[in-house]
């Protein structure tokens, strides 16, 4: 699968599609066009964006996630297509009947996933994993000590030390590093989890019954270090700015795309994610009992 994402946020422009090709036009003509089947997701992030409806339903109809952003040009809202596989119904119906001691059991591989994860990024930037390795192996079923939030307090201290960062969706500086990629991260596996047939909505532990996206949510986790690992560059870099500029989003985009070594192998993270999708389906159908969530090292350097 692709990973290429196509962000408008610098100037006005005008989407629509030519042939299977989203045609960008500005005041002075036309500024580009992308294949369709080339893209991973559409970001728009200029309050003077015009797009077509043919646009938006050649989106929905090759799978391509579109994210539109607010004033700040963070993430706000995101559009997916309601058929992308032709098994659908059949899945959703094994989503709805799973029993709760199976969403229990693989939010624990989710949890102890995302703690490894977490566990790497903190040696790789200190050297020691604090303590992160040895907690992952303390997750269980459902995570009911809540090993998960432990490990959080544990891993932005160590990450951010004498920074006084806390986390806070609603805040700037590297707050926004944190939203805009999580958001990056969060349509790329809500794209892979549609793509497998799968509702978006029907979370492992995730339940909010205003969020659409609650699968996405919870299968995301493992991959949020691979995001926090930017905003260290960024904090080490020097950067300190409230809001996101050009080229802070263009990095961001940038570092997520790519190659990612995990399980012996080089893969793009769209090609990770739908790894870890088809993986969920197999869990269903009972052909098989864990998750395809391989440890992906960050990118420090």
């Known amino acids: ?86 098994l659908q119904a059949e899945r959703f119906r094994m989503q709805a009947a799973m029993s709760q001691p199976q969403r229990k059991r693989l939010w624990k591989q989710v949890v102890r996933a995302k703690v490894v994860a977490q566990a790497q990024l903190v040696e790789s930037v200190t050297g020691d994993s604090r303590g992160l390795k040895a907690l992952a192996q303390k997750v269980r079923s459902g995570d009911p000590a809540n090993v998960e939030a432990r490990a959080a307090i544990t891993y932005w201290r160590a990450l951010m030390p004498g920074a006084r960062f806390r986390r806070d969706p609603d805040a700037g500086g590297l707050n926004a590093v944190l939203n805009y990629g999580y958001a990056v991260v969060r349509a790329g596996v809500a794209r892979a989890i549609v793509g497998a047939g799968l509702h978006p909505s029907v979370g492992l532990h995730h339940h909010n019954r205003y969020n659409a996206f609650c699968l996405a949510d919870d299968l995301m986790e493992p991959y949020r270090p691979l995001v926090d690992a930017i905003a260290v560059r960024l904090r080490e870099s020097g950067w300190a700015q409230d809001e996101l500029g050009p080229e802070q989003r263009r990095m961001i985009l940038e570092a997520l795309s790519g190659g990612y070594r995990g399980a012996e192998e080089t893969r793009t993270l769209s090609d990770w994610f739908a790894r870890m999708a088809f993986s969920l389906v197999k869990v269903l159908e009972h052909e098989r009992e864990d998750l395809d969530l391989p440890a992906l090292p960050p990118r420090v350097g």
């Open 1 to 86: 699968m692709t990973d290429r994402v196509l962000e408008i946020a610098d100037r006005p422009a005008r989407l629509r599609l030519e042939y299977d090709n989203i045609v960008v036009e500005g005041e002075e003509g036309e500024l580009g066009r992308v294949p369709l089947r080339d893209l991973a997701a559409v970001i728009l992030a200029h309050p003077r964006l015009a797009v077509t409806h043919a646009v938006l339903e050649g989106l929905a109809r090759c799978n391509v996630s579109l994210i539109v952003c607010d004033a700040r040009r963070m993430p706000a809202g995101m559009l997916m297509p309601l058929q992308a596989h032709f």
